[in-house]
């Protein structure tokens, strides 16, 4: 992300923008709701276009058809025999006599083998700008904030994965400018 903002955020009005196509977004609003949530956290104040915001944002978003990826798995599986033990009994009678007994194998394990697994990886993207509301309409935006998250992973609902973007977004707001972050943040599974 690279920014114009300062170390640390100020006390700040904005307003949204949608893009083209997002004005009746129900998706957008959605979108829009959590990032209101994290710039209440960070002193931004969302006001009417009335009111003379300091700043107007904008968002956009989106997730490919995935990629096939093929990955080997191990196999797991009885390797061999580490040792064995027998346990008996020897009875006689005169010159001839008789055994009885029972060996026990003691197993070991690893890997056997491997199989070819097949998934689909999905790549997800949100990106963000943060615009000074007194360069909108003239002939050059003096664009103050602009960051992206991406993401891959196996799911295909980019509503499921949304709310951790945007909260690997706002983490460190706005951070060191020209700076990357790698977040890790695990999805919980629907059941």
């Known amino acids: 992300m690279f920014h114009q903002l300062g170390d640390s955020p100020t006390p ?4 949204f923008v949608p893009l083209k196509g997002q004005e009746n977004s129900l998706e957008y609003k959605t979108y829009a ?4 949530q994290e710039l209440n956290k960070h002193q931004y104040r969302e006001v009417t276009e009335k ?14 058809s995935g990629k096939q990826k093929l990955e ?4 797991f599986g009885q390797t061999g025999v580490s040792s064995s033990t027998t346990y008996g009994t020897l ?7 008789s055994y009885s007994g029972t060996t026990t194998y003691t197993p ?19 990106w963000l700008y943060i615009v000074d509301a007194k360069s909108v309409g ?9 960051g992206n998250v991406k993401s891959t992973g196996s799911s295909s609902q980019l509503s ?11 983490k460190s707001f706005p951070g060191k400018s020209g700076a990357t972050r790698t977040e890790t943040t695990p999805i919980p599974i629907e059941q």
């Open 51 to 64: 009111e003379k915001p300091d700043v107007v944002i904008a968002f956009d978003y989106g997730i490919d």
């Open 160 to 170: 499921r994965v949304m709310p951790a973007m945007i909260q690997a977004l706002f």
């Open 138 to 146: 003239t002939e050059k935006l003096n664009v103050l904030y602009e």
């Open 108 to 126: 070991t394990y690893g890997v056997v083998g491997s199989s070819t697994v097949s998934r689909t990886e999905y790549a997800r993207g949100l």
């Open 12 to 15: 700040t009005t904005y307003i």
């Open 33 to 36: 709701a959590l990032i209101r």
């Open 72 to 75: 080997s798995i191990p196999i």
């Open 91 to 97: 009875n006689t009678y005169g010159n001839y006599g």
